[in-house]
């Protein structure tokens, strides 16, 4: 039924077709620079908690060691201390 009512309509001169396709491609390129757009702030955004997550990981892997030796140093110190 749609084909037969499709098949009636006269088709756009090309002159008056033009401003349409023009129109066309202009929203299709809006809705894909939105979308570009959206994207590499979301790309963004995952980038800064990656890096604040490795950054967190990093003093974590460093704060035990740190505090080894730290708590060493001062075991060592109390032993001098206390021998003296």
Do not use: C, D, N
Not at 11 to 40: D, N, R, T
Not at 43 to 67: D, F, K, N, Q, V
Not at 71 to 82: D, K, V, Y
């Amino acid at each position: 039924m749609a084909a037969l009512v499709l098949g009636e309509l006269p088709a756009l001169p090309l002159h008056e077709a033009g401003k349409y396709v023009a129109g066309a491609y202009v929203v299709l390129f809006a809705i894909v620079l939105i979308y570009v757009a959206i994207m590499a702030i979301r790309l963004s955004r995952i980038e800064r908690e990656l890096g604040e997550l490795l950054a967190l990981s990093e003093r974590s892997a460093e704060a035990p060691a740190g505090r080894e030796q730290g708590s060493a140093q001062q075991e060592s110190a109390q032993r001098e201390s206390a021998t003296a």
